[in-house]
């Protein structure tokens, strides 16, 4: 066996101390395994899977609050939509009550205007009447200034 060693050795041109060295080596990386093993690798997975089991329970809570807020966003989408409508039934009522308004206060004016009307036609038929009364009484004096002059002029001739 220590024949086929040392073939193996020389195959790769190492020598005895050289296969010492890598048993030493081995053993080495070993006992370094094993110790970093129990004070660096087990911590640092205990403290991996705290973390990913804070992510998945950070991930539920997140999961949970969306569907809280997708609710609180229908209701008040939902409150919203309500609320459009009432103002709009209120902005309808309004639109009528101020159409009847403008209604009353245009058959209002109106009656006020036919009324100032009646008024002005009836100073204005006096105005006629008096006119005619005074054209009718200054075309009577006119006549008799003119049937004098005539009857004058007649007797004259």
Not at 16 to 38: C, E, P, Q, R, W
Request: a neutral charge; hydrophobic letters at 50%.
């Amino acid at each position: 066996m220590e024949d086929s060693l040392s073939g193996t050795l020389a195959l790769f041109s190492l020598t005895a101390l050289d296969a010492k060295m890598i048993g030493v080596g081995t053993l080495f990386i070993f006992a370094l395994y094993s110790a970093l093993s129990s004070a660096l690798f087990k911590p640092l997975l205990k403290h991996l899977e705290e973390r990913e089991g804070v992510t998945a329970g950070a991930l539920h809570t997140a999961g949970l609050m969306r569907q809280k807020a997708t609710a609180l966003r229908e209701r008040y989408d939902e409150g919203m939509l309500q609320a459009r409508i009432a103002a709009n039934k209120e902005r309808a009522q309004l639109v009528v009550e101020a159409k009847k308004a403008a209604a009353d206060t245009v058959t209002q004016a109106e009656a006020i205007a036919a009324t100032e009307l009646q008024a002005g036609r009836q100073v204005i038929a006096r105005s006629i009447e008096q006119a005619r009364a005074s054209a009718e009484g200054q075309s009577k004096a006119l006549a008799e200034a003119l049937s004098a002059k005539v009857d004058a002029q007649l007797s004259v001739h």
